[in-house]
């Protein structure tokens, strides 16, 4: 079957299904939802609760229930989308402000969200706002640092997805290195949490399988979260009920411990009381040895603690097989805050404590942080930046046993081989190869500003004159995203029906940049200018034909002439410079000509000619483009903002 074929086949299939809906009532679709959501089925429900709100739209609960389902699927996009038409009811849905923010923070819209958070906190009007206000002030700090760490990216670390060996369209998580080449980590394949182990052949990592030799658990129940003694002797993991589906945190874990007796393995023994507290969750065990104490680091809501989940720690002799675990003790407010610590894992050689958080200054959800130090005494906590945190979930972070790479946990979007947040993968890192660099850009419809519907996207490959097509996708979440090599030169077309085709050229010569690719603004073929039209500042006739010029006023009733596109509505481009003798050709031009289109504005009374890069249908990213002109040199560059081909001047977005 041709890519073609089975695209048409795929359309079909889904319009069928969308027409099926259709004929729904509202009400049928609510009740659909309703049961969905019961039977933990939360991205079904959302779409039913959106396809109920669409027929009875004064009915905002529908929407904000799909909201609430799209952000536990972890669809970022949608739920903004959801809470977007709610925002402000905070009477009737409380809090919803804040989701929305933090939403748009974690599909990396951190300008909106910053706004969003600021807009929410002062608007609130409801009880303990004191607290809210530190929250805010966290999250807007958030939004601020995701901003700027991808001017502090690390670009020796070395980031790689390990295939469909080890991940799958569940969720794995809770990787443990128990050699150089064997990974043991959980998955929720057929689901329920299950441990699995996976060894690397080659470059390649095996399809995981159930460990040798681990004793079967005799119940219905998860098991997982597993890491190892470092001699291998004993092997904790959690055992976890509660909850049909598996909901990490919201399903009643606790820690038990296997011991090794030769090529076997003891039955598990459920670790004390008083680490498996009564009605809370133990999880996330990490197991040391130091200073002739086997240290358990562990994750808990015990009472005694700053937030949800804390991370605590217990130790015991290691010269006494036998000897008992100590009361736990809180690492404290330097580590723990007033949100979720998880993961913990405890690098001995250099004294580091590796964590997640959600209420440490963050750029996502869960951002992976260090600590130095050891017992109760711990420095500041830093952020670990780019690439090992993103606007999503990152956490699980591990080293392998010689200290050289490792692994990390992440629901992000990562080029072509992970193209949705709806599920956490498992990542391989090292501090040296091949610098990873991708392709991705959010895909609109320019007349609406709107994410644009299904599109087939086609990456080429250009050498010597030829181009070779290297893959071919459907995008239908509004972007587009492919891993490249550096020292190539590609070509993207984007295809949507009803729309002219889309053609984009680059070469990923930078040894700066690691992602490449720009917003793409899909022209209707039916809204395509083809007839003369009238501009009512020169009262005269003008085309907006590609190619042609024509002459304008802008703000300051100059004359200018340009060949510019012109689009209805406001919209946005960047200005560089203004320059007496331009020449397109010029090298400070070549690198910013891929984050857009280069247009021209010829000044006829001063005989100047304004270059500027375009077009921008949002404010983020218009704000976006100004960053990245101004880093390659155009330090003075500022955005001016058109309204139906219009220039009304500068603006400060």
């Known amino acids: 079957m041709t890519t073609r074929i089975l695209f048409l086949v795929v359309g079909l299939s889904i319009s069928s299904l969308l027409s099926a809906q259709d004929n729904l009532s509202w009400k049928k679709h609510a009740k659909l939802a309703d049961d969905l959501y019961k039977e933990g089925k939360y991205a079904e429900a959302a779409n039913h609760y959106e396809q109920a709100w669409k027929k009875k739209d004064k009915k905002k609960d529908l929407i904000f229930n799909a909201g609430e389902c799209y952000y536990l699927v972890k669809d970022y996009r949608k739920a903004a989308d959801a809470y977007r038409n709610v925002k402000d009811d905070s009477k009737d849905f409380p809090l919803v402000g804040l989701k929305y923010a933090r939403s748009l923070k974690q599909d990396g819209q951190y300008d909106k969200a910053k706004s969003a958070f600021q807009e929410f906190f002062d608007k609130y009007t409801g009880e303990s706002k004191n607290i809210l206000e530190d929250i805010i002030k966290t999250e807007v700090a958030g939004c601020e640092l995701g ?131 009564a009605k809370t969750t133990s999880t996330h065990p990490n197991v040391v040895h130091q200073g002739g104490r086997e240290i358990l680091y562990f994750v808990s809501n015990r009472d005694g603690g700053r937030g949800s989940m804390d991370i605590w720690y217990t130790s015991r002799d290691l010269t006494n097989e036998n000897s008992e675990f100590s009361s736990p003790i809180n690492l404290g407010g330097i580590v723990n805050t007033l949100g979720d610590e998880i993961t913990p894992f405890y690098d001995v050689t250099n004294g580091t404590l590796y964590f997640a958080s959600n209420g440490q200054i963050a750029i996502g959800g869960f951002d992976v942080f260090t600590s130095k130090g050891d017992g109760t005494r711990w420095s500041p906590a830093l952020n670990a ?73 086609s990456l080429y490959e250009l050498s010597g004159g030829n181009e070779a097509m290297m893959e071919q996708k459907l995008f239908d979440e509004g972007s587009y995203a492919f891993d490249i090599q550096s020292g190539k030169n590609y070509k993207v077309v984007v295809q949507g029906e009803g729309y002219d085709p889309y053609n984009l050229q680059f070469a990923t010569d ?135 081909g219009v220039r009304q001047g500068r603006v400060k977005l």
């Open 147 to 277: 901003m700027k760490l991808p001017l502090q990216l690390d670009k020796n670390f070395n980031l790689q997805y390990p295939g469909t060996g080890v991940n799958s369209t569940s969720s794995e998580f809770a990787p443990f290195a128990f050699s150089d080449d064997v990974l043991y980590y959980s998955s929720t394949m057929g689901g329920k949490a299950r441990i699995y182990r996976s060894q690397k052949q080659g470059e390649q990592w095996s399809k995981g399988t159930t460990p040798e030799n681990f004793p079967v658990i005799q119940n219905d129940q998860h098991f997982c979260n597993g890491f190892a003694s470092p001699d291998g002797n004993r092997f904790y993991f959690t055992i976890c009920s509660g909850a049909q589906n598996w909901g990490d945190l919201t399903s009643r874990c606790e820690i038990f411990v296997i011991k090794r007796r030769g090529n076997t393995w003891s039955q598990p023994e459920r670790l004390p009381d008083f680490i498996n507290m």
């Open 385 to 457: 930046g780019m690439p090992i945190n993103s606007s999503a979930d990152d956490f699980s972070y591990v080293k392998n046993k010689s200290g050289m790479g490792g692994f990390l946990v992440s629901n992000r979007v990562f080029g072509s081989q992970k193209t949705s947040t709806r599920d956490e993968d498992i990542f391989v890192f090292g501090e040296s190869g091949d610098r990873r660099i991708s392709l991705r850009g959010s895909i609109y419809d320019q007349s609406s500003g709107a994410p644009a519907p299904p599109v087939t996207v």
């Open 510 to 644: 930078d040894p700066e940049l690691y992602v490449y690719g720009q917003p793409v603004y899909l022209i209707k073929s039916i809204d395509r200018p083809t007839q003369p039209v009238k501009d009512p500042e020169v009262k005269e006739e003008i085309s907006t034909k590609e190619g042609e010029s024509y002459i304008i006023k802008d703000e300051e009733n100059f004359s200018i002439v340009t060949t510019a596109p012109r689009h209805t509505g406001v919209y946005y481009r960047v200005q560089m410079i203004a320059l007496k003798k331009y020449n397109s050709d010029d090298k400070a031009f070549s690198v910013v000509k891929e984050m857009g289109t280069l247009v021209t504005e010829y000044i006829t009374e001063r005989e100047l000619t304004r270059v500027l890069l375009g077009d921008y249908f949002n404010q983020q990213e218009a704000i976006a483009a100004l960053d990245l002109v101004k880093q390659h040199g155009f330090k003075g560059a500022y955005i001016i903002q058109y309204e139906d």
